[in-house]
């Protein structure tokens, strides 16, 4: 299986992963199996971050990730990411957490993660 991701997605999926991790032996593996592709996106972004605001957006924005011959036990971890960080993000919107800004924002990203949730379990039903 193949799962597309734009930066900020995969940025989501893994630091909820590498947050969560000990808690089985399956997040474990999924966060092993993309270690390699996360470092280097997370080392440009703090790089980025502190050095070119315009280039960390846009990487962050309009760059995707790949990931390539997911199987499906993985696929299933990543929704489980997906689900869990759309589940936190609405009880930081219901706690009201922010100014409005940062609300509506919470509230675009959570409607494109339950979006890129969606389409994973129909890929994994499909597989």
Known sequence: MQIRFTVWQFVRVMVWLEESQGKSVALKKAYEAWADTWTPIDQELAKLAADDHDAYSAMMMDQEVVLEGVPKEQGREVLKALEAVTMSMKAEMDAGKGDEEY??????????????????????ERD
């Open 103 to 124: 609300l509506e924002s919470l509230r675009l990203e959570r409607r494109e993660l339950r979006g890129k949730s969606t389409k994973l379990k129909k890929a994994l």
